[in-house]
Nanobody, 126 residues
Framework: QVQLVESGGGLVQAGDSLRLSCAAS????????MGWFRQAPGKEREFVAT????????YYADSVKGRFTISRDNAKNTVYLQMNSLKPEDTAAYYC???????????????????WGQGTQVTVSS
């Protein structure tokens, strides 16, 4: 069982930066691939970024590539999402998710993940 708690959301202006954190419980965090997803009102939850268990491979949605960076610190049981050059269309609730995997596969679909956080709101004003 893994519990995930996101933090770091807020209200910012277009062009600003934010760093989201997701703290995980348990002693097997390094055995999980982690992902960030987001969901805007009235829209489906969409993939943002993922990172494999070791942190050596990452993958991004085209909409955030070059602006967002996912990273992890296995010693701290934490995954991060650094978001730069934020746009109003980035406004959404952001969720982190975990799937137990020691492979180098990327997981980009919600149904591939076993555990979810409660979400943190990011609002970008124009």
């Amino acid at each position: 069982q893994v519990q995930l708690v996101e933090s770091g959301g807020g209200l910012v202006q277009a062009g600003d930066s934010l760093r989201l954190s997701c703290a995980a419980s348990g002693r097997t965090f390094s055995s999980y691939a982690m992902g960030w997803f987001r969901q805007a009102p009235g829209k489906e939850r969409e993939f943002v970024a993922t990172i494999i268990w070791s942190g050596t491979r990452t993958y991004y949605a085209d909409s955030v590539k070059g602006r967002f960076t996912i990273s992890r610190d296995n010693a701290k049981n934490t995954v991060y999402l650094q978001m730069n050059s934020l746009k109003p269309e980035d406004t959404a609730a952001y969720y982190c998710a975990a799937v137990r995997s020691l492979s180098t596969n990327y997981y980009t679909h919600t149904n591939e993940y076993d555990y979810w956080g409660q979400g943190t709101q990011v609002t970008v004003s124009s």
